[in-house]
């Protein structure tokens, strides 16, 4: 049985793990949970799966959880649930005997430090929470060398292709043909995003994510930081990355092999799948998802090229990828903050790739990474951010 960790069991992923887990009971025991803000669906999510450890974003928050479970006769014996809190507390949980593989679908930069503490204590990976690669690529993926852990993702184009090269290690890959869905804006014009409203840059056309999710979907921010993904996970030069706009999102991604062979997988849009994978590896769990009918709609296997010019936010990242160092560090942290602004309807929807280019431009790259390094470059950038679009908007 696995002792599964979910960091950020109270997100979309986290929940849709906990799904998947829910189908396969008698493979996995989940020993760690954790939450941001939502502490409530924290402590439903204990009294299902008591874990030896729960985590919350804030210590207020931990101190009235820890209340509610001794009241609500939690701390019986041989079932009390220990509650921690931030950075620390996911760390210590993360590398704690309540796991052996850890989930990680935290949000933004906040999921780096724990995936580095897991990996270093010998713990599988299974990773959603991409900013983990985008800003700490190098040093999380000699870590996981070093340590000999399995690193399995679950972005699903990256479970795509992590499955299209299954049993071709060593073979020589041409390119990856990352797919995207094109967001709510696929074919806009540059003109037509600067009237974006809110609404309209959250309602997906083809997954429900959390929020920030949803709108780097909308700017293809998510594809730009899947490019960055894609290179660490599979050690492939960016330029080797080609992204297609495939808005029915059946096939989650391809590689092309040197002998011309073209591998995809395909299936319905819906994240249980990957995170099924991720979660059994190396086994296929019992998923519960419907066929894929390929008689459903005749045309629904179109590609067409994303347009660079008006989602800049592509070209941006594949080009801090490009210069290294500490320009990815610097492309997150600020888009962190700048789609919070939008969030909070301070910032316009365009104005996220206009002032994430303006940021990365004034942006001084620093080389030779610690883990330390990339956390103080990421507030700096976020204060930077924040002035910017304070001072311009
Ligand atoms: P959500 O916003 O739905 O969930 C994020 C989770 O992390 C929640 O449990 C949230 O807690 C918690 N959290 C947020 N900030 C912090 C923090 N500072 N400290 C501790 N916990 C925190 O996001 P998603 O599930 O959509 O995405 C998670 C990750 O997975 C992201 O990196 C995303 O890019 C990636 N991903 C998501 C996909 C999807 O379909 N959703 C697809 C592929 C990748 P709370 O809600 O309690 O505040
Ligand atoms: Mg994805």
């Given at each position: 049985?696995?002792?599964?960790?979910?960091?950020?069991?109270?997100?979309?992923?986290?929940?849709?793990?906990?799904?998947?887990?829910?189908?396969?009971?008698?493979?996995?025991?989940?020993?760690?949970?954790?939450?941001?803000?939502?502490?409530?669906?924290?402590?439903?999510?204990?009294?299902?799966?008591?874990?030896?450890?729960?985590?919350?974003?804030?210590?207020e928050?931990?101190?009235?959880?820890?209340?509610?479970?001794r009241?609500?006769?939690?701390?019986?014996?041989?079932?009390?649930?220990?509650?921690?809190?931030g950075?620390?507390?996911?760390?210590?949980?993360?590398?704690?005997?309540?796991?052996?593989?850890?989930?990680?679908?935290?949000?933004?930069?906040s999921?780096?430090?724990?995936?580095?503490?897991?990996v270093e204590?010998?713990?599988?990976i299974?990773?959603?929470?991409?900013?983990?690669?985008v800003?700490?690529?190098?040093?999380?993926?000699?870590?996981v060398r070093?340590a000999g852990?399995?690193?399995?993702?679950?972005?699903s184009e990256?479970?795509?292709?992590?499955q299209?090269?299954?049993?071709?290690?060593?073979?020589?890959?041409?390119?990856?043909?990352?797919?995207?869905?094109?967001g709510?804006?696929?074919?806009?014009?540059?003109k037509?995003?600067?009237?974006?409203?809110?609404e309209q840059?959250?309602?997906?056309?083809?997954?429900s994510?959390?929020?920030k999710?949803?709108?780097?979907?909308?700017?293809?921010m998510n594809?730009?930081?899947?490019?960055?993904?894609?290179?660490?996970?599979?050690?492939?030069?960016?330029?080797a990355i080609?992204?297609?706009v495939?808005?029915?999102?059946?096939?989650h991604?391809?590689?092309?092999?040197?002998?011309?062979?073209?591998?995809?997988?395909?299936?319905?849009?819906?994240?249980?799948?990957?995170?099924?994978?991720?979660?059994?590896?190396?086994?296929?769990?019992?998923?519960?998802?419907?066929?894929?009918?390929?008689?459903?709609?005749?045309s629904?296997?179109?590609?067409?090229?994303?347009?660079p010019?008006?989602?800049?936010?592509?070209?941006?990242?594949?080009?801090?990828?490009?210069?290294?160092?500490?320009?990815?560090?610097?492309?997150?942290?600020?888009?962190?903050?700048?789609?919070?602004?939008f969030?909070?309807?301070?910032?316009?929807?365009?104005?996220?790739q206009?002032?994430?280019?303006?940021?990365l431009?004034?942006?001084?790259?620093?080389?030779?990474?610690?883990?330390?390094?990339?956390?103080?470059?990421?507030q700096?950038?976020?204060?930077?951010?924040?002035?910017?679009?304070?001072?311009?908007?």
């Amino acid at each position: 049985m696995k002792q599964v960790a979910i960091l950020g069991s109270t997100g979309s992923i986290g929940t849709q793990s906990l799904d998947v887990i829910r189908r396969n009971p008698d493979r996995f025991r989940v020993g760690v949970l954790s939450c941001g803000r939502n502490v409530e669906l924290l402590e439903r999510q204990i009294s299902e799966f008591h874990p030896q450890i729960a985590v919350t974003a804030r210590e207020e928050d931990a101190l009235t959880l820890q209340k509610a479970l001794r009241e609500s006769g939690n701390a019986g014996a041989g079932n009390r649930t220990e509650v921690l809190w931030g950075q620390e507390g996911l760390k210590t949980a993360a590398s704690s005997n309540a796991c052996d593989l850890v989930l990680n679908a935290l949000l933004g930069i906040s999921g780096l430090a724990p995936t580095m503490a897991a990996v270093e204590a010998g713990k599988d990976i299974a990773l959603a929470n991409k900013e983990t690669l985008v800003t700490g690529g190098a040093l999380v993926m000699d870590a996981v060398r070093k340590a000999g852990v399995r690193l399995l993702p679950v972005d699903s184009e990256h479970s795509a292709i992590f499955q299209c090269l299954e049993g071709n290690q060593g073979r020589k890959i041409r390119k990856i043909l990352l797919t995207a869905s094109g967001g709510p804006f696929r074919g806009w014009s540059r003109k037509q995003l600067e009237s974006v409203t809110l609404e309209q840059a959250l309602h997906h056309p083809k997954w429900s994510m959390g929020k920030k999710i949803t709108i780097d979907s909308a700017t293809m921010m998510n594809k730009g930081l899947e490019v960055i993904e894609a290179r660490w996970l599979f050690d492939v030069p960016v330029d080797a990355i080609q992204i297609l706009v495939h808005p029915q999102s059946i096939v989650h991604s391809m590689v092309e092999f040197e002998d011309g062979s073209v591998l995809a997988q395909l299936g319905n849009p819906d994240m249980r799948i990957p995170i099924s994978l991720a979660l059994g590896y190396p086994d296929r769990l019992e998923s519960g998802e419907a066929e894929l009918d390929f008689f459903d709609a005749g045309s629904w296997l179109t590609f067409e090229r994303p347009d660079p010019e008006v989602f800049r936010c592509i070209t941006l990242a594949c080009s801090a990828s490009r210069a290294g160092g500490s320009y990815p560090v610097a492309l997150n942290g600020a888009n962190e903050v700048l789609v919070d602004l939008f969030l909070h309807g301070k910032i316009r929807f365009i104005e996220i790739q206009e002032y994430l280019e303006r940021i990365l431009d004034a942006h001084v790259p620093e080389y030779h990474l610690t883990l330390e390094k990339i956390l103080q470059i990421d507030q700096e950038v976020r204060q930077t951010a924040a002035q910017i679009a304070r001072k311009v908007g």
